[in-house]
């Protein structure tokens, strides 16, 4: 557990710069100038509102912490090898913003040695944010969140989302959808990692699987789930580093099920066209 004053400093400069990141995403919402595509992958795209809000956080984390290192999304490395490094995605749902879709978010975390301290998830558009400490909870606009108490699969709704490079590298990710959609009330697709770990910690969902995520999309959102009283894994049920990509993340009580879907979904036979 951190000690008190010091973990507040943190929560309260991430929010600060999450909600003036959130201004920016705002500012260029339905008003893009140029879309452009990154690492030569067709389907994964940024803009000048993700590198604005970039800048603008990483300023007010390196004014307030300037020792910190800082690990962004949008090529934002600083002080590299320090102990405390802030994990920054300034536009979670870049596809979705694109298309003025309004379901994105900003998501910033903590680590220090490798360790999830502190997390902040940040949705614009709805005003909310989410945040948690390690030790001290999980909370939205300042109160508490739980996982919910589901504990059947056939009654939970659950979250996925699919790499850019599916169709090169498909990597179970029909059967998986397919597995769950026999066993689980119903999917949903949001389109923000962050933001679906954010609603499995506040209970509107009660878990989420994605075969390859990033560090910065699941940082805070790892520390939101677990301070709710959720299980965070990989697929095969082992603790979960951020710095590998496949996620689960769950109420708990629907964990082991998830993992068997998860496995069992690997032998299915997809006979789709779309597979083919
Ligand atoms: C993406 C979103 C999406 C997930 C992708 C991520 P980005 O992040 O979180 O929901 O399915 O795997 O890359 O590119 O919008 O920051
Ligand atoms: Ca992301
Ligand atoms: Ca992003």
Same mark, same amino acid.
């Given at each position: 557990?951190?000690?008190?004053?010091?973990?507040?400093?943190?929560?309260?400069?991430?929010?600060?710069?999450?909600?003036?990141?959130?201004?920016?995403?705002?500012?260029?919402?339905?008003?893009? @100038?140029?879309?452009?595509?990154?690492?030569?992958?067709?389907?994964? *795209?940024?803009?000048?509102?993700?590198?604005?809000?970039?800048?603008?956080?990483?300023?007010?984390?390196?004014?307030?912490?300037?020792?910190?290192?800082?690990?962004?999304?949008?090529?934002?490395?600083?002080?590299?090898?320090?102990?405390? @490094?802030?994990?920054?995605?300034?536009?979670?749902?870049?596809?979705?913003?694109?298309?003025?879709?309004?379901?994105?978010?900003?998501?910033?975390?903590?680590?220090?040695?490798?360790? *999830?301290?502190?997390?902040?998830?940040?949705?614009?558009?709805?005003?909310?944010?989410?945040?948690?400490?390690?030790?001290?909870?999980?909370?939205?606009?300042?109160?508490?969140?739980?996982?919910?108490?589901?504990s059947r699969i056939?009654?939970a709704?659950l979250?996925t989302?699919?790499?850019?490079?599916? @169709?090169?590298?498909? &990597?179970y990710?029909?059967e998986r959808?397919?597995g769950f959609?026999k066993e689980a009330?119903?999917?949903?697709?949001?389109?923000?990692?962050?933001?679906?770990?954010?609603?499995v910690?506040?209970?509107?969902?009660d878990g989420f699987w994605e075969v390859?995520?990033?560090?910065?999309?699941?940082?805070?959102?790892? *520390?939101?789930i677990?301070?709710?009283?959720g299980r965070v894994s990989d697929f095969a049920g082992a603790p979960h &580093?951020?710095?590998q990509?496949p996620f689960l993340g769950s109420n708990g009580r629907i964990h082991d099920d998830m993992l068997r879907v998860l496995e069992e979904a690997k032998s299915?036979?997809?006979?789709?066209?779309?597979?083919?």
């Open positions: 557990m951190l000690d008190m004053t010091e973990h507040e400093t943190y929560i309260e400069t991430a929010q600060h710069a999450a909600r003036e990141a959130g201004t920016v995403l705002l500012h260029h919402l339905g008003n893009l @100038r140029e879309i452009e595509v990154k690492n030569q992958q067709q389907f994964n *795209l940024v803009t000048e509102a993700d590198r604005n809000a970039e800048r603008r956080i990483v300023d007010i984390l390196l004014e307030a912490f300037p020792g910190h290192g800082i690990l962004g999304e949008e090529g934002g490395a600083h002080n590299i090898g320090a102990s405390h @490094r802030w994990i920054i995605d300034p536009l979670d749902g870049t596809t979705n913003y694109t298309h003025a879709f309004p379901i994105f978010s900003i998501s910033i975390a903590l680590e220090r040695d490798g360790e *999830l301290l502190a997390g902040v998830i940040h949705d614009p558009v709805r005003d909310e944010l989410f945040h948690a400490a390690r030790g001290a909870g999980a909370f939205l606009n300042g109160k508490r969140i739980h996982v919910s108490d589901i056939e009654k709704m979250v989302g699919f790499p850019y490079n599916i @169709r090169e590298n498909p &990597d990710c029909y959808f397919i959609l009330q119903a999917i949903r697709r949001l389109g923000s990692a962050a933001l679906d770990c954010a609603y910690a506040a209970g509107r969902l390859a995520l990033q560090p910065w999309d699941k940082a805070a959102g790892h *520390l939101l677990e301070e709710a009283g &580093d951020i710095h990509p299915l036979v997809i006979t789709m066209k779309a597979r083919e």
